[in-house]
């Protein structure tokens, strides 16, 4: 399996030229095998060891991203083609208030995917501290340090069921970024 050939099987852009996302939580198609293809903590794409120059060429792969179990994958309406992510495939590294809703939060990742922070993409803390939206169906960015310091200082101390937390809200959610000790 060749990048030209997942590339050439896509077709994710409407006439205006913006990126929809393809369906692929509908597409089940037979398993091909892997492909040295690897996104890096920081949300970088590598292929052979090299880098991805091309963003148009990983915008397109991310929106053809599957997540099943803890396995990734590139999929087409007739192959899936696993690849490796170090930690989350998206990195949160944006946020500003929602200009019709002010107590919304709008985030994006390092690759221009936008969305509200609310119940459908919400905030979850791991085991080991770290911070993660979801961005669609099962796949998530990790919250750049940047962003987590912004949180911090317009969070607000406040006593739940698990201690003192600090918690800010966004479309009507608390969301925690964990507890104070």
Not at 74 to 81: D, G, H, S
């Amino acid at each position: 399996m060749s990048l030209e050939k997942i590339s050439a099987q896509l077709s994710t852009y409407s006439e205006s030229g913006e990126q929809k996302i393809p369906p692929v939580e509908l597409w089940d198609p037979p398993y091909c095998g892997e492909i040295d293809i690897e996104i890096k903590a920081d949300g970088s794409w590598y292929y052979n060891g090299t880098v991805f120059k091309r963003i148009a060429l990983v915008k397109l792969l991310a929106s053809v991203l599957k997540k099943e179990g803890d396995d990734y994958f590139l999929v087409t309406p007739v192959e899936k083609i696993k690849i490796r992510v170090e930690d989350a495939p998206f990195v949160l590294t944006q946020w500003q208030w929602h200009e019709q809703e002010p107590q919304t939060m709008v985030v994006s990742t390092h690759l221009d995917n936008q969305f509200l922070l609310n119940s459908e993409h919400p905030l979850e803390i791991a085991e080991d501290g770290s911070l993660y939206v979801t961005v669609r169906h099962n796949l998530t960015a990790k919250v750049h340090r940047n962003v987590y310091y912004q949180w911090v200082d317009l969070a607000k101390e406040q006593q739940t069921a698990n201690g003192v937390e600090l918690v800010f809200e966004s479309a009507g959610l608390l969301f925690s970024l964990g507890s104070i000790a």
